[in-house]
């Protein structure tokens, strides 16, 4: 409820919100002694300095000055000077936020997680992701003797156990800072910040880091439902700093708890989910992320944040595991190995970024790995609080992977929680074996990043996760460390488990499942699946070329390879203003360096004149939309995050969902053991999607079909291109279809393809008597017979008696069968009446063998559609009749290729091979990028810009500017350095993309410069020049202050002749605003403002801009 609302029985002009603030900051200025423009109005106002008695002060002038009681809560409730004006103005500025906490997303129990962003401060220097992975392949040891700024190592140690107020080793896997904190990016007052316990500073840091990597912008998140989950421990800052009751201050109640770790980065983010910090000793972290998990999946956030942290200050924490019993006086974790004699502890923090996937795929997130399943339980009474429990174990792995619906033999690789304790070891290899070992013909590699950098206890788990994601990534398996002889109270070969020794490659060929799991001491167990991410969808760099002639092809091709090689834009939008000519190819490659040999190698393939193509004379385009049987687990998600596909596919989605009751995309990113594909009511929708989303996407490039045509259950998708059917209405066709199916004939019958011609087909003797069904003519010397399974078993066998292929689809009905002609009238009164439209593609009917409009198209054509033979071999002869045709199949995998490539062979002429639009287990993005290049050439206007994703038109060099920082003009010479590297090593890559990605990654460090360049190589220049402390015109440098801006609008002296033109070809935003300005200003002016501005320089009308009437 708003002020104005509370006051509403009391109206009066009320000020306005910019009033407001104004007479806001003058009050808080006053009561902290301040200039009013110093307050900034974002930051809360008790960050500025104001304690309760001020706040209530700041309410009492509030109310004197308005002549109406604030209430005190409001300074509270919208705690910036901003957010209390807007609030006191009527606006409630909480009705604009995101949706509060309370609202969730509906979301699918099982929908699996993305691991979307990583952040790390670890021992051995180790901050980002690709340093940890580097180090895993090195197999780094970061174990060292305990820091003299921790504790005396030598005062503490002492061999015997036993000793009081001793430990029995000096070594730890130790951080490098504790104590640093850029306390400022965090608004942060330096007083706070010494109360502070270093867990939470650092855990705060690696947050801001894992969204860094993530590529989420930090400010975007507030108000939104993100969650925080941090796995904590021991609370050690207390004691190290000897606090006594004289040093306890105001934040020392909030520096000194662990809850308030996960609440620190929620209150600086400004997250409203949950926050919570999750204690279950060593498995702390995973447990907190199995708490993440069921958050996104239940809708209750939309993004997670997860992870652990653990910091050593002091020697007390060490000394009680000393006496518990776990230290190894060698300082090494040996998981498995003989002389397992205790763990080394270790610190540092992990925080994983997570979101569902179905989200992290339509945001075009870098995906690390997918959490499939998560379980967590605890040993219950077994032998000791502390005992580990085998049967417990095995139950929370096998818990995991029911919940992943992964068979547990499909798994590589488990981290294990690998202590190297003499007991821990034995126990836990007991546990995987009981749930691996069955079936398997590959041992389970195991492995624990502990040998690497000692057990970070709490954040323990979010390490294994980390190194596991980032293998999965990687396809690869860093070495287990100080493994030299196995355990002999493990059999190794019995329990099918074999430990990393080396750097190695991840086995075998089919997707990659992995596990992680985390014990604490307590007894509580965790466990997660992981599977490897979803494969980008690859970004080819496509090239066409159009000329006049062959040697004007060349020659434009090597021009090309010229620019490439002199290190200039590689990028073709450029050339497409010029891609007209009859002369075509397209170069497809992943490197610009590829892109020289690419180009020579497409023209002289087409050398025998393929690549000339005269645009008036182009084949006649008929999309195919093939019916049931192209399914296949995995088709359509390379595709989800390209823009037009994804578009498509949600349209279907929300059309389908009220009459299935379940969503497309779940059932596309199901796992292998909660697919549904093999259920007709199931995958009859799915294909309907998916064909609707494919067709969409290439119309989207510009292929635009002469025709459509469809077969089977693909004339719904058909009918929907086409326009013949509104979208909801083919949903509600297809769902209805479907289900009849499934209830009436599934699993009853089956349907299989012959080489045979049609005469000799209908004159068969099973045909003749009615035992099995003529279901369709699909090309010459071809046709589909179908009918009850034992039957089209028999004739199967006949036929291959005869010598006669047969090839059996994928279908478990007797589809396009008089078996079904009993629920066509079922059909027709579940349908109703269909609502229809003229079609806006011709549409041919393989029903009917003809052309029909949307009014043919009721619910009696869909039931005969469901029984009659398909007429695919008809289609083709008539739609090729005359022409030269080229089809196009539109499935995630061609089924129908085949039959139509023959029917088009028994056209006149020389016609077209078909094409297709995906196949299974190959990228489809490559595929559909493949049939846009042919259309391309045969003549086809195709957008390049829309295929490409980088919009259309000629290509404009823009200068962009990379942000430097470093909290020192050193830090921030090699910062420039490594960026140059970056870019050098990029072979000249996307220059924006390096200027994006450095402004976001704390570019408010004290020491700052930015380069601003046009192309990668004046970037390295000037980062060079940077590094080695050397001016360059292209450099702006300087050191951080507090001073103020001022904008200076200048009057008429400044115009030139094409000012603008730039800057209005370059950013939306100029050109939106001055389009604005043009549609005010135009009706007073003689000539349209544009036209001056881009009037030709040597013309006339260029002059105009001199003139006061365009000028001002």
Known sequence: MSFAQVNSETEAPRPAAEEIAGRLREAVAELLSVRPESVPADRPLRELGLDSTRLRALVQQLSEWLERPVPVWAVWQYPTLLGLAAYLAGDDPATAKTPSGTSRTPVNAHDPIAVVGIGCRLPGGIETPDALWQGLLDGIDAVREVPRDRWNAQEWLDPDPRAPGRMTTRWGGFLDDVAGFDAELFRISPAEARQMDPQQRIALETAWAALEDARIDHDSLAGSRTGVFMGTMAQEYHLATGADPYSIGTHSATGFDNSIVAARIAYTLGLNGPALSVATACSSSLTATHLAVRSLRDGE???????????????????????????????????????????????????????????????????????????????????????????????????????????????????????????????????????????????????????????????????????????????????????????????????????????????????????????????????????????????????????????ALRAAAEALTERVRAGQSWYAPELLGHATGAHRVVAAVDHPDQLGDALREAIEDDADGDAGHDGARRPALAFFFSGHGSQWLGMGRDLLDEPAFRAALDACDEALRPVTGWSVVDELLAAPGTSRLERTDVVQPVLFAVQTALARTLKSWGAAPDAVFGQSVGEVAAAVFADALPLAEGARLIGTWSRLVAEHASGHGALTVCELPLDQAESL??????????????????????????????????????????????????????????????????????????????????VTDGYVDGGDLDAAYWARNMCAPMRLAEAVAGLGA??????????????????????????????????????????????????????????????????????????????????????SAEARAANAARLAD????????????????????????????????????????????????RPHPALV???????????????????????????????????????????????????PLVAVLFADPDGADASLIHETEFTQ
Not at 787 to 807: H, I, N, S
Not at 984 to 1002: N, P, V
């Open 982 to 1029: 970056h870019l050098e090593g990029a072979g000249g890559g996307e220059l924006l993309d390096a200027a994006y990605t450095s402004f976001r990654h704390r570019p408010q460090l004290e020491h700052r410069a930015d380069v601003v360049a046009s192309s990668p190589a004046e970037a390295v220049a000037s980062l060079r020049a940077l590094a080695s402390g």
């Open 1037 to 1087: 440098e300087g050191v951080r202050g507090h001073g103020e801006l001022a904008m200076l609008f200048t009057g008429q002296g400044s115009q030139r002749i094409g000012m603008g033109r730039q800057l209005y070809a370059a950013f939306p935003v100029f050109r939106q605003a001055f389009d604005e300005v043009c549609a005010a200003l135009d009706p007073h002016l003689r000539m």
């Open 301 to 551: 956030t939309d993004l997670a944040l997860v992870g652990g942290v653990n910091v050593m200050l002091s020697p007390n924490t060490t000394v009680a595991m000393t006496k518990f019993g776990g230290m190894n006086p060698d300082g090494q974790c040996r998981a498995f190995d003989a002389d397992a004699g205790g763990y080394v502890r270790g610190e540092g923090c992990g925080v994983l970024v997570l979101r569902r996937l179905s989200d992290a795929l339509v945001a075009g997130d870098r995906i690390y790995a997918v959490i499939r399943g998560t379980a967590v339980n605890n040993d219950g009474a077994s032998n000791g609080l502390t005992a580990p429990n085998p049967k417990a174990q095995a139950d929370v792995v096998r818990a995991a992977w029911q919940d992943a619906g992964v068979p547990p033999e499909q798994v590589s690789y488990v981290e294990a929680h690998g202590t190297g304790t003499p007991l821990g070891d034995p126990v836990e290899a007991e546990a995987l074996s009981t749930v691996f070992a069955h079936g398997r013909t590959e041992p389970l590699r195991i492995g624990s990043a502990k040998t690497n950098f000692g057990h970070l206890e709490p954040a323990a788990g979010v390490l294994g996760l980390m190194k596991t994601a980032l293998a999965l990534h990687h396809g690869e398996l860093p070495a287990s460390l100080h493994f030299d002889n196995p355990n002999p109270h493990i059999d190794f070969e019995a329990s099918r488990l074999r430990v990393v020794t080396g750097r190695e490659r991840w086995p075998g060929e089919s997707r990659r499942y992995a596990g992680v799991s985390s014990f604490g001491f307590g007894g509580t167990n965790a466990h997660v699946a992981l599977e490897q991410g979803p494969s980008p969808s690859a970004r080819r760099l496509l090239v066409p070329l159009a000329a006049d002639s062959d040697d």
């Open 882 to 967: 005359g022409r030269t045709l080229r089809i196009v199949e539109i499935a995630p995998h061609p089924v129908a290729l085949h039959s139509l490539r023959r029917g088009l062979a028994a056209l006149d002429g020389d016609q077209p091979a078909a094409l297709a639009t995906a196949h299974r287990d190959r990228p489809a993005r490559q595929d559909l990028e493949d049939v846009v290049a042919r259309l391309w050439c045969e003549g086809h206007a195709i957008d390049w810009g829309s295929v490409t994703g980088r919009g259309g038109g000629t290509a404009r060099t823009v200068p962009v500017a990379l942000t430097v920082s470093g909290r």
């Open 765 to 846: 003797p099973a045909v003749r008597a009615g035992q099995v069904s003529l279901a369709g003519h699909l090309a010459p010397g071809q046709v589909c017979l179908s009918g009850p399974t034992e039957a089209v078993d028999t004739v199967e066998r006949d036929l291959d008696d005869r010598g006669v292929r047969t090839r059996r689809v994928h279908i478990d009905y007797a589809s396009h069968s008089t078996r079904l002609e009993e629920f066509a009238p079922e059909l027709v009164r579940r349908l109703g009446t269909v609502h229809t439209r003229a079609a806006a593609v011709p549409f041919w009917s393989t």
